[in-house]
């Protein structure tokens, strides 16, 4: 009894806020409800109302008017941090300014739980413990460290060989490395590169070995995340046990089929081969008419997946986009066919089933209080998520 008291009496200090706003999007229902109310207490989602509803004595309420609520958005494929940086540039031991400041900038645009996919030196595991611990200012990450990959392949040449093999013992024992080193997850690259304009990349790690990859991972209560290009690539990633497919370019019927009855998740990472295509067209580079062709390919086979019945979950690989701009995701999305409703289900419940969190993802008791504002209703302008005028993290105004 003297426990339950002891707990009452903690819980009834913690910090309690009221936000009100015109309307909310309920995002699991798929419905624009009017004059929310929800009440924050401490880190979490007390409640969630509509209508008049007294604030709690004591509470801070905060009114955002016309605004329209969302609950913060989830980036399932970002590179934040990339490498250790020299000792005066560090913001934190480990963490350089510029990984610091795409953090906050991150957050700022209203993704306030990212999955960070892939550095060297640890420096996502730093990143991600400073911001748990407060030391600074960014979204809820789960990192992966460096990626596993064959030498010569994507994940050698943009990780440095952090985590090569060759063979089905080596791929275990790098998997065992990355998860005592503090991995959230592991990652790994069947084939294909950043953006691939060959349509029949070649495939570096077979299927048996990313299965001693995913069970490796798997005896940790972790999942895969395979960088995948190609058919060879994708076939190989799900034959073997991933969790996901990223950026799945080239992906086809008989593909899409075989993700859709295993339930293996789609991370298209689309909006970045348009920012490629603009830059390569801009600076007049000779491979432009290339990249565009192979950019117009992969997304119309997305259309053609996704209406397959394939699962979405939205990731942008920021790094190769502006960190801060990850919205732009929602409307590439939308253009290439999918209601706005499903795209922001991508960036919200669909990622949180994703990334194995069951408490973000939807404003609703019990949730953590992740919750972002916009000035319109974005069923109707999903461009309003570029511009996110308020953001919740963890209970804390962070933008306002």
Excluded at 62 to 70: E, K, P, Q, S, Y
Aim: glycine content about 10%.
């Amino acid at each position: 009894m003297m426990t339950l008291l002891v707990l009452l009496a903690a819980l009834s200090q913690e910090p309690v806020t009221v936000i009100r706003a015109r309307a909310m999007l309920d995002v699991r229902g798929g419905a624009l409800r009017e004059r929310p109310v929800i009440v924050v207490r401490g880190d979490r989602i007390e409640s969630v109302s509509f209508g008049a509803k007294k604030a709690p004595r004591g509470a801070t309420v905060i009114d955002l008017g016309d605004a329209v609520l969302l609950p913060g958005l989830i980036d399932a494929h970002v590179h934040l941090a990339w490498k250790p940086s020299p000792q005066d540039e560090l913001a934190v031991p480990g963490v350089s300014k510029q990984a610091a400041d795409d953090a906050r900038t991150t957050l700022l645009a209203g993704f306030t739980t990212v999955r960070d996919l892939g550095s060297t030196g640890r420096a996502d595991l730093l990143l991600r413990d400073a911001i748990a611990s407060g030391k600074l200012t960014g979204p809820r990450m789960l990192a992966a460290g460096p990626g596993l990959g064959a030498p010569g392949g994507a994940c050698d040449q943009v990780f440095g060989g952090e985590a090569t093999a060759s063979d089905d013992a080596g791929f275990v024992t790098r998997t065992e490395e990355v998860i005592a080193a503090g991995a959230d997850l592991v990652k790994v690259c069947t084939g294909g590169g950043v953006v691939p304009v060959n349509p029949k990349p070649r495939n570096d790690v077979t299927a048996a070995q990313v299965r001693g990859i995913a069970d490796a991972a798997k005896r940790h209560g972790l999942r895969l995340a395979a960088h995948a290009q190609g058919p060879d690539a994708i076939n190989a990633a799900i034959d073997g046990g991933a969790a996901s497919i990223e950026h799945g370019g080239y992906i086809d019927a008989a593909i899409a089929k075989k993700m859709r009855e295993k339930n293996v998740w789609l991370v298209p990472t689309l909006y970045r081969l348009d920012f490629v295509v603009d830059n390569a067209v801009q600076n007049k580079a000779p491979n432009a008419a290339t990249l565009q062709t192979a950019r117009d390919t992969m997304q119309q086979q997305f259309t053609e997946a996704w209406k397959a019945g394939v699962p979405v979950a939205f990731g942008t690989d920021a790094t190769v986009i502006p960190h801060g701009t990850n919205a732009r995701e929602l409307s590439t999305l939308v253009r290439l066919g999918m209601p706005p409703l499903e795209a922001i289900r991508a960036a919200t419940t669909n990622a949180a089933a994703l990334l194995g969190i069951s408490d973000i993802g939807e404003l609703a008791a019990g949730k953590r209080a992740d919750i972002i504002a916009v000035a319109a209703d974005p069923l109707r302008e999903i461009t309003t998520l570029e511009r996110v005028r308020f953001v919740m993290h963890d209970g804390r105004v962070v933008k306002r």
